[in-house]
């Protein structure tokens, strides 16, 4: 895996949803697919796609359309590293897979451990006359 790629699993395509959602969409002639069609391909809800398209799109690998679709970015400026990173996921699921899933642990161990950090912060009881 290239550090390219990697860049893009840990900034941009960070879960199996977003992957499927880039797949799904860079496999197309530049074809609209409404949101409905896209979770019944990643397999969940669509009311639980909305964050995800929407990253996905304010990073510039979608469009979204006036009906409520999206399409694949072809000229993103990271295109090449989108088809790489697709490529190698047809070639090997499991390689990608496994550095999504590292990601994704990496994130709530910091999460953990700020949270953790953040409780031993001390900080002042607020009185009823205390203006901030």
Request: proline share 4%; net charge neutral; charged share 30%.
């Amino acid at each position: 895996m290239t550090p390219e790629i990697q860049r893009l699993l840990e900034t941009t395509i960070d879960s199996f949803e977003k992957l499927e959602i880039v797949r799904s969409l860079w496999r197309t002639d530049g074809a609209a697919w409404s949101i409905d069609r896209l979770a019944e391909r990643v397999g969940t809800s669509s009311d639980h796609m909305g964050p995800s398209l929407e990253e996905l799109a304010a990073e510039g690998l979608l469009c979204p359309t006036r009906d409520h679709a999206y399409t694949a970015v072809k000229s993103h400026v990271r295109a090449t590293s989108i088809t790489q990173l697709l490529e190698l996921y047809e070639r090997d699921p499991l390689v990608v897979m496994r550095v999504i899933n590292a990601i994704a642990v990496r994130r709530i161990r910091a999460m953990a451990a700020r949270t953790f950090a953040d409780s031993f912060l001390m900080r002042r009881p607020r009185r009823a006359d205390d203006d901030g």
